[in-house]
């Protein structure tokens, strides 16, 4: 009965993590569009490191989006390093609020060798920042948002991999299908923009190219989709592997304190790359660090140190495969909220594609794929145990 309990509470909370998330999530989306670019988005500096770096990024894609294909450059290296500030203080005060800095101290002390395996996400997690930047300039964002969705099919491969556990044929069905929803969703804005292409520009576009030309595209293309399956694999093996830290590798070391490696190993990552560009200096510049004390970004930095610190909290008590399904339940709280606030109508594929993301959803949640921390299994069997020979001993 107490493992039945402990199973129980353990679900309700991450079910509850999992709606905070996703509603903060598409919060913020919404809530970037309403920040100042002017003040923003300025200065020809190196675009190469996201607002949030870590196991929560991405929320904000349509302002990067919309600045890379404007060619415009973003101080973020600042911003980025008093994101990962705000991580840093809010990891050690909710690790305080239930113990004190002296075991902080002797956690993050004797847990040198777990510090050092956190340097593989964060080293991915910068990864995948840097090359969103290149490849949003690469492809249009429709093509971008296509090939991410690979990150789904991905994440299953990868999982089975690291934790050796072979999913389902159902569970294989539910993966799938949630790709094809996801895809459908960006097939919409593929139909949109072919119709808007005149036939004008379609015959002068033909006529003005040549073989070579042709050959030089093709190569480069081909390089560009290399990059963006590196950006696909960094994501989702940074995801997984995060994910077996927290329950296998350092299933002991408290939760808050693998928060504090992880992003100091960030920080470490990001400062690297800005000395070996030679521009760590220009990124802690007045005007590049000024551009970060808005109310506005501070409460974007702050509410996405929560969706970081959520996220861990996610993959420690659910699984890699689990919070694709809850990043693609995005699609239909986005497209509700935007219908509600900006009067944006729901079109075909879009309804198309919450019918059958709710699907896979749902076929999904009659077979999950459990994968439970190491330590909690451990105390599980150790209190069946104790119970067995309690029943056991003669009144």
Known sequence: MKVFFIRKNENSIAMSLQVIEKVMTVLLTLFSHMVDEQKLFHAPQALNTLLLDGPGHGSHQDVFRECSHFERRITFEGLSHSQLVVYLIEC?????????????????????????????????????????????????????????????????????????????????????????????????????MTVASSPATTVLTAASTNVRKNVNMTSQFGFSIFL????????????????????????NVHIMVQNIFMYIQSIICNGALLIFRGELVNSLTLNSLMSVFQVKVMLIMLNNASIGIVVSLFLHSLNSILKTFASALELVFTAILCWIIFNIPIDIYTFGSIFIVTAATFMYALNPVVNRPKNTIEKELQLTVDEKTRNSQPV
């Open 92 to 192: 050690p005060c909710k690790f305080s609020s239930s113990n004190s800095f002296v075991d902080l101290y002797h956690e993050i002390s004797k847990n040198k060798k777990v510090f050092l395996f956190y340097f593989v996400p964060a080293a991915l997690y910068s990864l995948y920042n840097n090359l969103q930047f290149v490849n949003l300039v690469n492809f249009d964002p429709t093509t971008y948002y296509l090939l991410l969705q690979f990150r789904v099919v991905v994440t299953g491969i990868l999982f089975q991999i690291l934790f050796n556990k072979r999913l389902r044929c159902i569970q294989w069905v539910s993966v799938i299908l949630l790709t094809i929803g996801c895809l459908i969703k960006e097939l919409g804005h593929v139909k949109v």
């Open 228 to 251: 963006i399956m590196i950006q696909v694999f960094s994501s989702c093996f940074a995801g997984v592997y995060n994910e077996y830290l927290l329950k296998d590798k350092a299933c």
